[in-house]
C-alpha cells in the first residue's frame, strides 16, 4: 500500500516579494562567508531562511529558482563544516552559487556543531552529493562535541551517537547498530536530560526509527516508519496557529534525506519498495528531476 500524508499550508502571497529578492541577497550571504569565515553561523542562518521561504511557496520544487535555493543551502551547510574542521590558515575551494570559492579555514567555533552537522549531511543526501557526505562524515564527532559546547550550549547525547552511527552507514565503520540503539535509547523522553518530550517523541525519535529500518533494507517497515514520522512533524507543526505559520514546517530534513536514499534504493534492488507520497517530501527534490542540472 501507499502511504499519503497531506502538508499543512504553510504559503503566503506576501512572501512572493522576499523570494524575488533572494538570488541578491544570497550574493551577500556567500561573500559574507568569504570574508568573515569565523562568523560563518551569520550567513548560514540567511541562506537557510531562504530555502524555507522558496519551499513555502513551491511545495514540489517545480522551479529551477528553489531549488538553487535548496543547493546554495547545502553547499553553505558544508562549507561552514570544512571552514572550521580544516588546519586554521589552510585555503579550501568550494562550489558555492554557481563558482568555485576559496576560502580560509578558521578554528573550530560554536557553529561547528553537531546540528549543523546533521542538517549539512541530511542537505547533500538529499543532493545526492556523494562526495560532500562523504566529507563530512569524515569529522570527528569529538570535535563536534568541543567545538559545538565550547561556548556553553549543550546537546543531548543521543545526538553523538547518531552521527557516529549515520559515519559507520556511510564508511561502512563497525559499530553502526550499537551507536544507533544508544541513540534510539537516549532520545527516549525518560532517559533525556534535554528536550522536551514532544520534541523527542515527534521529531527526535522517528528519523532514527527509520533510519533503523532503511539500514536493515525492510521497506514494508521502513515506509511504516517514514508515513509515522511525517505524521508526527505535521502533529508538531500544527499544535498552535503560531507553529502552523513557520517556514521551518515545509519539510523534516532528516526524514527527506531517509526517503531520498530509500528512493534510490528501490531503483537499484527489486526487493526493496518505496510507498510514499507526501508535500513534506518535495516531488523533484525525492525524485532528483533537477539533478544535474547545474554543477553542484
Request: aromatic residues 10%.
Amino acid at each position: 500500500m501507499t502511504f499519503h500524508i497531506e502538508r499543512h499550508d504553510i504559503s503566503n502571497p506576501n512572501y512572493e516579494g522576499s523570494i524575488a529578492r533572494v538570488p541578491e541577497r544570497r550574493k551577500f550571504y556567500v561573500q559574507w562567508l568569504i570574508d568573515s569565515p569565523f562568523d560563518a553561523g551569520g550567513p548560514l542562518a540567511g541562506v537557510q531562511d531562504q530555502a524555507e521561504l522558496c519551499l513555502a511557496m513551491d511545495t514540489d520544487v517545480d522551479r529551477l529558482e528553489t531549488w538553487e535555493a535548496w543547493v546554495t543551502y547545502m553547499q553553505m551547510s558544508e562549507a561552514t563544516l570544512a571552514v572550521s574542521t580544516a588546519e586554521p590558515g589552510t585555503q579550501l575551494t568550494r562550489m558555492i552559487n554557481h563558482q568555485e570559492r576559496t576560502l580560509t579555514a578558521v578554528e573550530p567555533d560554536y557553529f561547528t556543531n553537531a546540528s549543523n552537522w546533521l542538517t549539512a549531511f541530511y542537505l547533500a543526501v538529499t543532493c545526492r552529493d556523494q562526495e560532500r557526505y562523504r566529507s563530512l562524515c569524515e569529522i570527528p564527532t569529538e570535535l563536534l562535541r568541543q567545538a559545538g559546547e565550547s561556548r556553553g550550549s549543550q546537546y543531548n547525547p543521543y545526538i553523538y551517537h547518531l552521527i557516529e552511527a549515520l559515519q559507520a552507514f556511510v564508511l561502512n565503520r563497525p559499530g553502526l547498530g550499537e551507536h544507533l540503539f544508544k541513540a534510539m535509547e537516549l532520545s527516549d523522553p525518560a532517559n533525556a536530560e534535554i528536550g522536551t518530550a514532544e520534541v523527542l517523541n515527534k521529531l527526535t525519535f522517528p528519523p532514527l526509527n527509520t533510519l533503523m529500518h532503511l539500514v536493515r533494507r525492510n521497506s514494508d517497515k521502513f515506509n511504516e516508519a517514514l508515513a509515522e514520522g511525517l505524521e508526527l512533524f505535521r502533529s508538531f507543526h500544527t499544535a498552535t496557529p503560531e507553529r502552523a505559520e513557520e517556514l521551518d514546517g515545509g519539510t523534516s530534513i532528516p526524514l527527506l534525506a531517509l526517503a531520498c536514499l530509500a528512493y534510490d534504493t528501490a531503483g537499484q534492488d527489486p526487493d526493496f519498495h518505496f510507498d510514499v507520497e507526501s508535500g513534506y517530501l518535495p516531488k523533484h527534490i525525492l525524485q532528483r528531476s533537477w539533478y544535474g542540472e547545474f554543477p553542484i
